[in-house]
Structure formats: structure tokens, C-alpha cells
């Protein structure tokens, strides 16, 4: 492992963007984006993906130059086309649209299409629960995951995400894959040529298996079981079909090079809790934490995402040598 500043790695993932054809705007949202990941503990969802996210725009598969498209459709909706671009800047627009809007409508919708892999889902909300609002996340992938009682992947893995503010503490960030693990975790693990553990995914046939590039061709194994599938169709209808995206068994990987663009969906919805609790909301939710956390063993969601960050901020990250080798060279172009 090597260890690097946050400052340091935004730089080098900045670098590695351009020299693939990014321009500068998208390369700063992206690079910031997976840097909040790696300060988070989430290397699965950070640099390790900037490999595959070069490949795909030097082989046009990503769009690497686009400009998002906003379109207010209705007093509180907004659509926004990411043209084929990275996710981070058009989700990005979308969602500084619907803050100058929530204070005149209350609640706002915000649809993204033609998109790409989002990344962490809270990191897109984090920021409006730091402003004093709600807000849920939901985004679909390629299939990599099949509908209960079936073995072909329809679905991806989904996540979702909820933030709000909270008085006494940072905002509550709650986010979460709706396989049992991110798949990004397996994506790792086969390129270290590690084993997964049993019950993460099952193979092409549909058996259970912790070979990591079996996992990768077979499926993925859904939080909750049926509960799960369930969910994981829920987050399906909310991101694909209500943005007019494309559904997970539509799309092509977010790992290869090969294929046509992903153009999958995202949406996210965006509360003012002034309008329902009155002014009251962020004191009761802090209420709600502290008796939480009266309990021996317990903990938010997002504390440990915290400390992470927290020790980022003031040690930086730990990058494997081999990634780090990997992405000096294609920054060198």
C-alpha cells in the first residue's frame, strides 16, 4: 500500500480522466466523487474504478465530453438527460435544480436518464441534509441479479440512499446495495484473485460459489431474500422506468469497455421538512439518535463512513501499489 493526501489522489484521478479525453468539469465532479469514496472506506466504489471509467471513454462507450440537459417539466419535476456522460455531473445539475425549487414546492422530483454508474448513493444527498433537507436516492445497474426463484440476472444491484439533517451531529446518512454485498467488493476481489465468501453469489448455473470471476458472470444474491428481490423491483420501476432509462437486463457493464452505453437511470426525490414538521424536524430526529444511542452497542448508520473520512482527512488513503502504478501510468498518457 501506498499512502496518499485526498488532495494528492483527486490530482492523480483528475489526471487520468483528462489524459482518456474527459473534459475538465466532468473529470473534477467524477475525481470528486471517488475520492469522497475512497475518504469513506469504499475503495470498491473509488480509484479502482478509474480504469474501467477511462477505457469506456476512450473507447466512446462514455461519453467523456458531455453536458448534461436539464429540463424543468413540471413546478416540481426535473429530468435530466446525462447524454451518455458520467452520472456525477448531471446528477450533480439536477439536483442544484431542485434546491432552488423545494423552497417554493415543498417536494421535488428529479429523474436522471442516458446515465452511467452513480457511485455512492448518499455521497449525491449528504450535501442537501447539510442544508436542512431530506432526500432519497434510488439507481439501477446492469443485471446482476435475478428475480427470486430465478438464475438470469434482470436486475442490478440497485442501491439506495436516504439523508437527513439531524440537530447535535453531522447529517444521518443511510445507503445501502440491495445484493448482500456491493458488487464492486467482488470486482475487487477478482482482480486480487481472492475468494469471496459463501452466500455473496452463485454462479452461471445458479450455484452458490466464491470464485469472484464466476460471481462476476453469474449473480448476484439479493439483501433479505425475497424482501430483497422485491426492493431491488422497486428501485427498477423508480430509476429505469420512470426516467425512461434503460432496465439492468438492457444495459451493459460498468466494468468493460465493449458494448453500447449503459444509459441507465437514476431518481431522487427531495423533501423540505419546514413544510411538514415545521421548523422542529432536525431537533426530533436528534432526539431519535440520542435515545439510539443510549443503548449499549448501538450506532447510526454512517458512523464508521465518518470515522473513516474523519482519519482521510488527516492521514489520507491507503492505495494498493499495483493500482497506484496502474493509474500514474495513464495519467502519463
Known amino acids: 500500500m ?7 489522489a483527486y490530482d492523480l484521478a483528475v489526471r487520468v480522466l483528462l489524459a482518456a479525453g474527459v ?32 477505457d469506456q471513454v476512450r473507447a466512446r462507450k462514455v461519453d467523456g465530453k458531455a453536458v448534461p440537459v436539464v429540463t424543468e417539466t413540471a413546478p416540481a419535476a426535473v429530468m435530466v438527460d446525462a447524454r451518455k456522460g458520467f452520472a456525477y455531473p448531471a446528477i450533480a445539475q439536477g439536483l442544484a435544480r ?10 421535488v422530483g428529479v ?30 445497474s446492469p443485471a446482476a441479479i435475478a428475480p427470486w426463484g430465478g438464475v438470469r440476472a434482470l436486475f442490478g444491484t440497485n442501491p439506495i440512499a436516504f439523508a437527513c439533517p ?11 446495495s440491495l445484493s448482500k454485498v456491493a458488487r ?9 484473485g481472492e475468494p469471496i465468501p459463501e452466500g455473496w453469489a452463485l454462479d452461471a448455473e445458479g450455484r452458490p460459489t466464491c470464485d469472484a470471476k464466476a460471481a462476476l458472470g453469474g449473480t ?68 431519535l439518535a440520542k435515545a439510539i444511542l443510549a443503548q449499549p452497542g448501538t450506532r447510526l448508520p454512517g ?8 482519519q482521510a482527512e488527516a492521514e489520507g488513503i491507503d492505495v494498493p501499489a499495483y493500482l497506484l502504478a496502474e493509474l500514474e501510468r495513464r495519467a502519463a498518457g
Open 23 to 54: 473534459s475538465q468539469r466532468n473529470a473534477d465532479a467524477v475525481a470528486e466523487a471517488l475520492v469522497a469514496a475512497e475518504a469513506d472506506g469504499l475503495p470498491s466504489h473509488g480509484l479502482s474504478r478509474l480504469p474501467s471509467y477511462a
Open 220 to 287: 448476484m444474491l439479493p439483501m433479505g431474500d425475497a424482501k430483497g428481490a422485491a426492493l431491488v423491483l422497486m428501485v427498477e420501476i423508480l430509476a429505469a422506468a420512470l426516467t425512461g432509462a434503460r432496465f439492468g437486463y438492457e444495459a451493459s457493464s460498468f466494468f468493460e469497455a465493449k458494448g453500447p452505453a449503459p444509459r441507465v437511470g437514476q431518481f431522487f426525490l427531495v423533501i423540505d421538512p419546514a413544510r411538514f414538521a415545521g421548523p422542529d424536524f432536525a431537533a426530533r430526529v436528534g432526539r
Open 303 to 310: 458512523d464508521r463512513r465518518l470515522k473513516h473520512r474523519a
Open 166 to 176: 439531524r440537530k447535535g451531529g453531522p447529517p444521518l446518512v443511510i445507503d445501502l
Open 2 to 8: 501506498t499512502k496518499l493526501s485526498l488532495a494528492d
Open 98 to 107: 431542485a434546491v432552488r425549487l423545494v423552497g417554493r414546492t415543498g417536494v
Open 111 to 140: 429523474g436522471v436518464t442516458n446515465s452511467h454508474h452513480f457511485g455512492v448513493a448518499g455521497f449525491h444527498i449528504e450535501p442537501l441534509a447539510a442544508r436542512g433537507l431530506v432526500a432519497l436516492a434510488f439507481g439501477n
Open 184 to 192: 464492486g467488493k467482488i470486482m475487487i476481489a477478482a482482480q486480487k
